[in-house]
């Protein structure tokens, strides 16, 4: 076949699935739809080997840059009115939370931890972000929710990856590993396990000090006593 032609996708059963992005070098990956389901926006590494933000309507061919650092910018996350960005880049030394406006300008550094902070997800008003955070004296993934207007003032709900708000606001879906692999030491061991897999699943790029995005999806498709849970917001306010 014609590179960048369209091809039936590896393991495909169902009719439906269309390719979208035919990126010839690198990968496109951390895909997520605009409110309207119309436009697409995702973490690439076909210019180089650290990831930026594009975006490229569902039907159109047309694909635009939105993030030219030379450091990772990944996990993009569309606000309710379709108006921000947030994602998360270690532009700044190790991973923090980033607000980019569609509309043009710079992106505003909401955190500024000295450890990892990953995978935004907005409230369905658009006035807060919840986030997974590495711990720094529990050495755990937990749960930090921020308000976007003020977020400095920080709210400690769990221990968990990938939070995620419920359409109605009033739950944060999330992921709670078994054992010790919530935390410093059981990440990097299953980081381990994944690297001898071989460059198909890992990027050459991994620091094992700060996990990347191929990493952390990894541990999506974790096997060991892994557990989605959904934490009720009303019964954890301070």
Known sequence: ELPGSPSRLPNDSFANIRQITFTPEGADFDVTTSPDGRTLYFAST????????????????????????????????????????AFCSDRSGNWNIYVLSLDGGQPIQLT??????????????????????????SRQWEIVVIDVKNPTQRRFLGYGLFPSFSPDGKKIDYMLLGGERNTLRGFRERCRLMQDLGPKVLPRTLQMDRPNQATLESIAFEVWKSRVLTLELSKNRE
């Open 46 to 85: 076909q210019h180089r080997p650290t990831a930026d933000i594009y975006t490229k309507s569902v039907t159109g061919n047309t694909l635009t840059q939105l993030t030219s650092n030379p450091a990772n910018d990944t996990m993009p996350a569309v606000s309710p009115d379709g108006k921000r960005l």
């Open 112 to 137: 500024n931890s000295p450890t990892q902070e990953l995978h935004p997800s907005w409230s369905p008003d658009g006035k807060q972000i919840v986030f997974c955070s590495l711990g720094e004296q």
